[in-house]
């Protein structure tokens, strides 16, 4: 299975992120950890009920970031996946819930409505046919029925498109399906969560660069370290490129490099999972940290702020 793992992005305040994701947008809060290079930060996951490979957003909430631009370089967008019928529902919530929302508009056939969270990241909502029947999870305030199934894709805004097209259908096997003006949009095989990568081309636009509301890196699926290392191996002799050495997140193990249009990419195994250190029934319950860390478990906490008043 090829795709999307996941998004990880920069946030602001904690609180504020913690109660749009999870009661706005009522995504199931999956893990909640530090960041393991620096550990004074959250790292939040939201997804599915079991936070499988292609629903996962996550968050580096750092308090006081300022905030990014979107440019050259960097995810111009980041989309949901919902049952086409949902869309009047999410677009009824955006306006109860004060949510910035766009006009609803028209991609590749697709019906989007892009909107934004509180950091003024860039998101949608793409209406799928037959997405109804995919699993959903409630909160209890978005009815299953009309919950986010994970991701549609993301869309690059990148200088060139050719060698990162290269990479994306070289080692991550998306194939080119079709064009629209400067998109192009790349498709893993099947219709499954995070199946998609467009590639906005902006030759000339100003370069973009990191804070509040910007995409930190995106990962990419692997099903094991077995099939990771194939895809390190196609990165240099394929491309040129050099990824890091294995890292070891607890819920994946994951290898990152710069794709060459400038934007972090990350192989991220599907294997172990969410589950490995706590039940599905109780995931995001309580802070998990890695063994590394657990010795620093009261000065950790001490710092990190209490998430119980975006829950009262």
């Known amino acids: 299975m090829s795709g999307l793992h996941h998004v990880t ?6 609180i504020r992120n913690f109660a749009f994701y999870t009661r706005d947008l009522g995504l199931r809060f999956v893990k909640k950890t530090v960041n393991f290079d620096d550990p004074g930060t959250y790292h939040f996951y939201y997804g599915d009920e079991t936070g499988r490979p292609g629903t996962i957003l996550t968050f580096f909430p750092w308090a006081g970031a300022p905030a990014g631009r979107r440019g050259v370089g960097e995810t111009h967008q980041t989309a949901f996946r919902v049952p086409q019928r949902s869309l009047g529902y999410w677009t009824q919530r955006f306006i109860e819930k004060g949510i910035a929302y766009e006009a609803l508009e028209k991609r590749f056939g697709e019906s989007v409505l892009p909107f934004t969270d509180p950091d003024g990241m ?8 037959g997405a109804e029947n995919e699993p959903g999870w409630s ?9 986010i199934r994970g991701f549609h894709g993301v ?7 050719a060698k990162t097209a290269g990479v994306l259908t070289d080692v991550f096997g998306f194939e ?11 498709k893993a095989p099947g219709d499954a969560e995070g199946s998609v990568v467009d590639i906005y081309e902006a030759k000339g636009f ?3 660069h990191q804070g509040g509301g910007s995409v930190h890196h995106i990962a990419f699926r692997a099903a094991d370290d077995a099939e990771q290392g194939k895809m390190a191996q196609r990165l240099v002799s394929n491309h040129g490129l050099h990824p890091t050495e294995q890292r070891d997140r607890n819920y994946f193990r994951s290898i990152y490099f710069r794709e060459p249009g400038g934007v972090l990419f990350e192989i991220a195994t599907d294997i172990p999972g969410f589950a490995v250190d706590e039940p599905v029934a109780t995931l995001g319950r309580d802070l998990k940290l890695p063994g590394f860390l657990e010795q620093h478990r009261k000065q950790i906490e001490d710092v990190l702020p209490s998430l119980e008043e975006s829950v009262s």
Do not use: C, K, Q
């Open 9 to 14: 992005a920069i946030a602001g305040d904690p």
């Open 122 to 129: 860039a998101l949608a909502l793409v209406g799928v046919p």
């Open 139 to 147: 909160n209890g305030e978005v009815p299953a029925e009309h919950a």
């Open 155 to 161: 869309t690059l805004l990148l200088d060139s498109a």
């Open 176 to 186: 080119e399906t079709a064009r629209e003006g400067s998109v192009i949009r790349f």
């Open 206 to 208: 100003l370069r973009g």
